[in-house]
């Protein structure tokens, strides 16, 4: 047992240029979220799901990572800092990394295999801060997920993947909100407080008063130069 504990706190010094000893692993709250969840695990799959419960509430409170007690967890899986939250089905294979603020959310119950509804991370992928991955999809070995990205997708091994998977629904906001006014302003122009088309008009009016004296200006100094010219000649 206690040559599995070195090996674990090994496992995480080697991820995290910052402890400087083994000893300061032992204060993350990745580690001991872990452990309580190793706790809780053990207690779900003996059916005793209130005290799983239980103890993956109380690893909640002091860690503020919250792994559910039916999620399987491979060896040396490290959460650096916390706030991440795991769902019950899903699985993470060995030497995964997990940064914080990092959902493995679940979808429609329906959309998976046998009820499974959480994401599978196989052996040695990387997961960025705040990325988000959502339903049964399977991330390949040693892939890596950057920071805020969003995963609805199986993900091929090596692969690294970034950016948000957000698409347009496809519903113009005119079709459900049509009494909608921006701040409130009654007026033709959206988010113009007086009329809009008036003031644009007077503005071209401005502007072509304003060239056409710009010619004249222009037109007279060209005369001027050129009378100045053929007195210079006489």
């Known amino acids: 047992m206690l040559r599995k504990i070195v090996r674990y706190l090994d496992a995480v010094v080697a991820r995290d240029p910052a402890p400087r000893s083994r000893w300061e692993v032992l204060?993350?709250?990745?580690v001991w979220a872990?452990?309580?969840?190793?706790?809780?695990h053990a207690l779900f799959m003996a059916d005793l799901f209130f005290l799983a419960r239980l103890v993956n509430h109380l690893s909640r409170f002091l860690t503020a990572i919250d792994i559910h007690p039916g999620a399987q967890i491979g060896k040396n899986f490290f959460?650096?800092?916390?706030?991440?939250?795991?769902?019950?089905?899903?699985?993470i294979g060995d030497n995964v990394t997990i940064y914080q603020c990092v959902t493995l959310g679940g979808s429609n119950p329906t959309n998976g295999v046998?009820?499974?509804?959480?994401?599978?991370?196989?052996?040695n992928v990387i997961v960025g801060s705040g990325a988000q991955i959502i339903g049964p999809?399977?991330?390949?070995?040693?892939?890596?997920?950057g920071a805020s990205a969003v995963v609805t997708e199986d993900v091929p091994e090596g692969a690294t993947m970034i950016g948000l998977k957000a698409r347009s629904t496809l519903v113009k906001a005119e079709t459900w909100a049509k009494e909608f006014m921006p701040y409130g302003t009654p007026c033709k122009e959206p988010?113009?407080?007086?009329?809009?088309t008036q003031r644009?008009?007077?503005l071209e009016r401005q502007v072509a008063s304003l060239r056409a004296q710009v010619e004249e200006l222009l037109a007279a100094r060209s005369d001027g130069s050129q009378t100045a010219r053929e007195n210079e000649r006489w």
């Open 27 to 30: 204060l993350y709250p990745g």
């Open 34 to 40: 872990l452990f309580w969840h190793r706790v809780a």
């Open 79 to 91: 959460i650096d800092h916390g706030f991440t939250v795991i769902g019950e089905t899903a699985v």
């Open 114 to 123: 046998g009820g499974k509804r959480h994401p599978t991370l196989l052996d």
């Open 137 to 145: 999809v399977t991330i390949g070995r040693r892939a890596r997920i």
């Open 191 to 196: 988010c113009e407080p007086t009329g809009g």
């Open 200 to 202: 644009v008009e007077d």
